[in-house]
């Protein structure tokens, strides 16, 4: 019989549900919270309700499109943390119920971990041990990958996430929630060295991300005092400048982690791994450098089930299933 998991991720704000049937994804269906925008960031209150809404219409269509009967499921899985802890519950929950209901066994997933294992949905796959620079709205981290489940955090942000520092330059700019997307949008138009923005640099393989933000702030203020449209004139050369300085300050740790660790396969994962000016940056580091390069489909890039199917394959092929005790841990550790 088929090893058929149904996954089902609810960190943040895109509900979502997945099912993979002996490794491979049959679907990855995503509902994304729209509620969010007008506030400028995710409001934890409404992204559990919204999770509740959105879950079953998911998981619903996830078995309905995968051609496998729910009665045919091996096993649950769900994402245990980090993330937001109202967000993560509503998933916990569900698994718990439909495991229970079904009789099959429970398997808790780590986000970041998911992140990294969306590599190893679609062909060609990196070799262990490789290095994958996860970066996400939450999270900005160099991780050497061992083995599916054997990662170790050699660097990460002391303070703000690199997705956090495109969405809150973005803001000071006037565009709207998520503003990374966006910023990636106009920076395609603008020239990167306009505006010269400080890259911070923190030691070892540390990285900071919350001088930019105050940096992009006074810069504006100063600029808007002489003239009003300011920002609008120059729209684009101040995405372009602001996303080269942080794909700058990115690839300088990266470039030292694969130098430290001696390794040649890279990859990057998460949300602002859907950035174009990182994907390119990298291609070109990894032609000078002789890197073979990993880029996830923009469709693993956000947050998603099948990086979490994924990785619940992997767990299931080892046994590591969960009690119905488990707990979400929204500051969940890789
Ligand atoms: O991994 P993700 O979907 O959710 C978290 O786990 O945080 O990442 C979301 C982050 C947001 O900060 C969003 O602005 C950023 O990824 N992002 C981008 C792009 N697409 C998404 N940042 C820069 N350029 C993009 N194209
Ligand atoms: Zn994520």
């Given at each position: 019989m088929k090893i058929n998991i149904l996954a089902i991720e609810s960190s943040c704000d895109e509900t979502s549900a997945s099912i993979i049937s002996d490794g491979k994804i049959l679907n990855n269906i995503i509902a994304t919270q729209s509620v969010h925008e007008k506030y400028g960031g995710v409001v934890p209150e409404l992204a559990s309700r919204a999770h509740q809404q959105h879950l079953i219409p998911v998981v619903h269509e996830a078995i309905a499109t995968s051609g496998i009967t729910k009665e045919e499921l091996s096993a649950v899985a769900f994402t245990r943390g980090p993330g937001l802890m109202g967000s993560l519950l509503v998933g916990v929950s569900f698994a718990k119920s439909f495991a229970y209901a079904l009789d099959v066994p429970l398997i808790d997933v780590n986000h970041m971990q998911a992140h990294i294992l969306a590599?190893?949905?679609?062909?060609p796959k990196p070799t262990f041990p490789f290095i994958c620079l996860t970066v996400s709205g939450g999270h900005t981290q160099l991780v050497l990958v061992k083995d599916h489940l054997d990662m170790e955090v050699i660097g990460e942000t002391l303070d703000d996430a690199v997705g956090e520092a495109f969405d809150k330059t973005a803001k000071l700019l006037?565009?709207?929630?998520?503003g990374g997307p966006l910023i990636d949008k106009y920076a395609k138009e603008g020239?990167?060295?306009?505006f010269s923005f400080p890259v911070s640099d923190m030691p070892n393989l540390s990285y900071s991300f919350s001088g930019i933000k105050t940096a992009v702030l006074y810069f504006l203020r100063d600029q808007l005092k002489n003239n009003p449209k300011f920002i609008e004139e120059n729209l684009a050369d101040l995405c372009a400048s602001i996303q080269f300085t942080l794909i700058k300050m990115l690839l300088q740790k990266l470039k030292k982690a694969a130098d430290i660790y001696g390794v040649k396969d890279i990859a990057i994962a998460g949300g602002?791994?859907?950035?174009s000016g990182l994907r390119n940056e990298l291609q070109s580091l990894a032609k000078k450098h002789g890197w073979r390069t990993f880029i996830p489909k923009f469709e693993y890039c956000t947050d998603n089930a099948a990086m979490i199917a994924m990785a619940a394959h992997y767990k299931y092929l080892k046994g590591e299933f969960c009690g119905m005790d488990v707990v979400p841990e929204a500051r969940m550790k890789i």
């Open positions: 590599h190893f949905i679609d062909d006037g565009l709207p929630y998520p020239n990167p060295k306009a602002v791994s859907a950035n």
